[in-house]
T-cell receptor, first 115, second 112 residues
Framework: AQSVAQPEDQVNVAEGNPLTVKCTYSVSGNPYLFWYVQYPNRGLQFLLKYITGDNLVKGSYGFEAEFNKSQTSFHLKKPSALVSDSALYFCAVRATPYNTDKLIFGTGTRLQVFP | DGGITQSPKYLFRKEGQNVTLSCEQNLNHDAMYWYRQDPGQGLRLIYYSQIVNDFQKGDIAEGYSVSREKKESFPLTVTSAQKNPTAFYLC???????????FGSGTRLTVV
């Protein structure tokens, strides 16, 4: 079965420290992977995606993610966290069969950055 | 600017009422989607449509209905058969083959 797991409900980090938000996936074939961010009472905003190519993907607002095929992971990272990064983060994978663009979302991880 | 618009932002429904949530996009995207968001459960797919006059059920379609009469519009009706409709509803669109969604800002539905 296709699925996305975000094992941490919440991640706490001090401003200026590096942050990691974890994501693992289960899908047959080559995965198409995405990260989105949601601020309170708003829709989701696209951060970055991995389709093919370099395993390290750079996205918006200084975020990056590393695709690791052997560990079936796509962890979101940022070298230096900002208080304004505090939000809800969702990992997603494109569902198979690939005749649609349907995405399967994880349950979300709340990132709290403390000053 | 191109985008996807959901209205209203807040909606209150009485028991036994049907309500319709609006979703309009001017991105010329082929596909549109409705998701329901509940705390701790992430986003769950209700319905999606890849082409005008065609749509498919998602994982939690019971108690909901949709139509796709125009490419730009994909309204969602929450019927009285939906027993627990209080949630945040998100509409999204995508250009097939370009990968990834554009989301609307959501509608928060509350049963009173």
């Amino acid at each position: 079965a296709q699925s996305v797991a975000q094992p941490e409900d919440q991640v706490n980090v001090a401003e200026g420290n590096p942050l990691t938000v974890k994501c693992t996936y289960s899908v047959s074939g080559n995965p198409y992977l995405f990260w989105y961010v949601q601020y309170p009472n708003r829709g989701l905003q696209f951060l970055l995606k991995y389709i093919t190519g370099d395993n390290l993907v750079k996205g918006s607002y200084g975020f990056e993610a590393e695709f690791n095929k052997s560990q079936t992971s796509f962890h979101l990272k940022k070298p230096s966290a900002l208080v304004s990064d505090s939000a809800l983060y969702f990992c997603a994978v494109r569902a198979t069969p690939y005749n649609t663009d349907k995405l399967i979302f994880g349950t979300g991880t709340r990132l709290q950055v403390f000053p | 600017d191109g985008g996807i618009t959901q209205s209203p932002k807040y909606l209150f429904r009485k028991e036994g009422q049907n309500v319709t949530l609006s979703c309009e996009q001017n991105l010329n995207h082929d596909a549109m989607y409705w998701y329901r968001q509940d705390p701790g459960q992430g986003l769950r797919l209700i319905y999606y449509s890849q082409i005008v006059n065609d749509f498919q059920k998602g994982d939690i379609a019971e108690g909901y209905s949709v139509s796709r009469e125009k490419k730009e519009s994909f309204p969602l009706t929450v019927t009285s058969a939906q027993k627990n409709p209080t949630a945040f509803y998100l509409c999204a669109s995508s250009n097939l083959g370009r990968y990834g969604y554009t989301f609307g800002s959501g509608t928060r539905l509350t049963v009173v």
